[in-house]
């Protein structure tokens, strides 16, 4: 017993000693005792933190020289540019099917915001997410600009991705996901004539919250850049040991927060970039990390979206009330 | 107790492995003795080390295409760039207050940098900074170039700046920041004619010093690239943990330095860059490690500039004095 | 004993707090008692993980501006860049020679991607490759741009670089790696001719699989981006502890991975870049680390093809079918 | 004692842990065990490593919109950069200060390249590096291009260079560095001509090298980028941790090699850079762990140009022959 007492004492030293390294549950225990736990709840399910991640299908829909390690040094048009479609290959041959693994191991249910055109090229892919019990989001039919559409040319491209991808994978997508996050002015009300429940193009806050579009509720789950594995990954070009050090110090803030506040946390993983091993690695140390807290819940945007529609806390957010009148 | 002594050794080892690894004060303690300390004290009010932080407050300041995650790859001119926009609005939204909750919980006062255009356009936020006992300092009345206007329009920007400030916040600007540093030949004979007390936009030392300008004294307070959230986070793409290492690795050399000389630290962070929950977390992870420290005292810059500008430690520097005649 | 337990006891606690930390074999024998060992065997030779190292020999036969640290600011053509020769010089003054020791070390032999005018300027350097055991492969006569070549100009191009180096060392490659993996539409066709084994040129897998070309199966052997020098530490400018954490990474999830399927790693270092000190270091930590664990096997990557050309359990995968008719 | 053999015990565990972490003597000498010595010795002061600071002082030399944090969108000719000038002034003022305490702290002498302008503009400073004991090599006149000179302006411009600093300073500089490592091809038998024993503008190598210079002897002391401030901290955006981390691989590697063959460390730093606080504290850290080693020695260029001169394990390498002659 006091040898026992020896090692949580070590432990406790050494726990002390740097915010990336308490991993275990033993010294999380440890270090829960400071912690006071407030009685309010602020979620519907009395979650501390809401933890809901992206993964979007993309792969076999872009268009030539689309972005990649290749993209920067491009051939002239019309040339194939042969590894860097292996490259993009990748996300439908490894990187979604590693990512599911991952979902199953931890019995997580992601949102996956599939391009029409990468389930018409790999339709067995999209399945196989559907089948994971995972959101078949929308992405728009193609890997294509929207911001500059007219109103009509806009709700053609959307409807076409989500009769496309429901023709695949029995789901008709509720959730928007726009290219690079690119929506254009009139992109919430082509959303909610198509009957859509939300949309996560949007960075300005850490919950979820209603905007009036046509003066009806609409759901914003906000997207994020700073978990972004195509932000990070590609554009800032961090090795996945930073991507792991963002993640544990973005949960162990919005965590700490979700005591006394809704607070939510977003991750973005792409099939080519996210699906590496080493980004699945980390993000499955993320994943352990995370889970030896409590309360700590992951949700589908879909149902996070519907969760909070029509609960009273849900902020409500105008900002945006000069384009969705 | 020989348990004790046992887990002491062991800490010593460990704390010995790193320079990031010793943040208890456990640790410190014991290392803490190998340090002379010197009786001689460099600042007024006995600091080893003078702590300031800025917040600056611009966000809804912000002309179309500014800098963001988005503005590499900038819109046709007349498109709204909706996601930008709502990376930009985080800043009001989630980021200030997040940052006032972390002074506050600290005990730390700081200085805020308020763009003119951002307090009109967010007045509850400029407002909840001056509640938090914070100071208001001035940043012009928009986000704009200022080193290519004339002395006239100069002087009525930065006028500007603080009258509407003011009107809103109930206090008058006397320390000033300009866009991206970029004060021009005549911005501190302005200042001066607006009864400033001190300006931040100079890099030249690791404390506060006065400078001539038409023969009068006026304080400078070194500002900090090296240590600003917008150049390491956005611009060097750094990751959380990689700022966390600057802040201490600083630290630890002008807490050292602070024992024979007058030392200041300075750090800097921008509502919708510094206020997200990654980098507010290592703020507070660098906080808490500062303070294992004695005589570290965090300070706002107008209450520095109050408390050195007549001291006789104070250097003079005269480098600018072609400009400042 | 007790006092062995009370070791153990913290070596484990300490060995979970971080996934970079458990490099030990005493700390691998704990972590290992969890892993499940699947029965069934995924390699011909049983192997759990199998790691090729490609390591490229190209110094010397780099034209002028060649991609370098003083590339981005080049000087007017016909003006010798005298510091950025000696970058590249180094490569066969230093880096490669450095690279044999690890190799011969730890006793693993590579692939070495061989330019024609390399061996031509640094005959020394390519002996010193072949007498190493490592495998000669081939990598074109010069440094082009091959994407762009007629059939018979590519045939050409590939045969001179076999014809010299074969001349030079005495091995005839049977591999083919192309400059910046830039193949064109021909390239398959053309090695086919040749009589070649295997290319690498390929990003789409986590394992060698056969594609049809003109009928008749060829090997891909897929090569990396992910655990590239080029890539890492001159393009994305990692520091040596970054590209250790990938290389862990990877490892890691590939290795687990190995109990349910066939995976295989690929690591590629260059004369110049990968033969530096800092970066050797970490390779060789890298490759202690590795050894730690059961069943992971270094090789040629001549040898795997020959061993999984007619294997059954090699996938067959014809995504370039309509180049390769 | 048994407790003693237990702390032993657990620090040897915690130290195989990672290349990063034993830093400590006490760590070291258990390390060391296995490290068997080799008795022939490579170096004539049978030194293990060899390693060499080099300090430039260029600060007040730059001419309008040198590089610096604020050249990347530079004002219209004939505005002043005034943020811009006082991140310059900072070398002046602090950064060389600070590095002098650094060397002068660990006994260590340097190598400072002083640029003419910079010596004139402050020759307090270059005075203060003089007595410190440090050696005064050359660096030109000004901040200039120098690739693309005329053998007698190039000559004129060294000469002025050594003249100038040599009236300042008392020293007459006998080794030369070049503007961002650009010679041309008659700097050597421009720097024969003027007397120089030595020149760094080469990085093929990890060791001094001999070349032929018209015939004669001429000594050439390895460069490094690897471990360079401007390329690191400005150039690749590493925080002062990766700088840490590459100064100890490189160690690590360079003193093992060191066992059986002459190697030298050149580490470079700049005033403005290289002298901020977070870097003076790494490198402090990093002086702290070689000096754990033995047989480690610091020298300044011009002596280790002198011990190895005419020693005939010196190796000579003639591969500028062609510009040479």
Chains 1, 2, 3, 4 share one sequence.
């Not at 792969?59 to 590894?83: I, R, V, Y």
């Not at 294509?144 to 991705?161: P, T, V």
């Not at 992951?298 to 979206?305: Q, S």
């Amino acid at each position: 017993m006091k040898k026992q007492k020896l090692i949580y004492g070590i432990t406790t030293l050494i726990c002390l000693l740097g915010f990336t390294a308490c991993n275990t549950n033993e010294a999380k225990e440890i270090i829960m005792k400071n912690h006071t736990k407030n009685t309010k709840k602020y979620w519907p399910n009395d979650a501390q933190l809401v933890i809901s991640f992206s993964m979007q299908f993309e792969t076999g829909g872009q268009p030539e020289g689309a972005e990649s390690p290749f993209s920067g040094n491009p051939l002239p048009k019309g040339n194939p540019d042969m590894p860097a479609e292996s490259w993009f290959r990748y996300g439908a041959k490894e990187g979604v099917y590693r990512m599911l693994k991952l979902w199953k191991k931890h019995d997580i249910h992601v949102t996956s915001h599939v391009v029409g055109e990468a389930a018409i090229k790999y339709p067995e892919v999209a399945k196989a997410i559907a089948e994971g019990g995972h959101e078949i989001a929308a992405h728009g039919i193609s890997w294509s600009d929207q911001w500059s559409m007219s109103y009509a040319n806009e709700l053609d491209f959307i409807k076409k991705g989500i009769d496309t991808v429901e023709t695949i994978t029995g789901q008709r997508g509720i959730g928007y996901n726009a290219n690079w996050l690119r929506r254009g002015p009139n992109t919430l009300k082509v959303l909610q004539e198509l009957g859509f429940l939300y949309h996560i193009d949007d960075l300005s806050r850490d919950e979820p919250f209603i905007t009036k579009v046509r003066g009806e509720n609409f759901v914003v789950i906000p997207y994020t850049l700073r978990n972004n594995d195509i932000v990070n990954i590609e554009g800032k070009q961090w090795s996945p040991d930073q991507f792991l050090a963002q993640l544990k110090a973005e949960f162990d803030q919005l965590y700490e927060e979700g005591n006394t506040q809704r607070r939510m946390m977003s991750v973005s993983l792409h099939d080519r970039i996210g699906g590496a091993p080493s980004v699945v690695h980390v993000v499955d140390e993320f994943i352990k990390y995370a889970k030896t807290h409590e309360n700590v819940v992951f949700m589908r945007k879909d149902n996070i979206a519907k969760m909070i529609k029509d609960d009273p806390n849900t902020p409500i957010d105008n900002s945006e009330l000069e384009y969705n009148k």
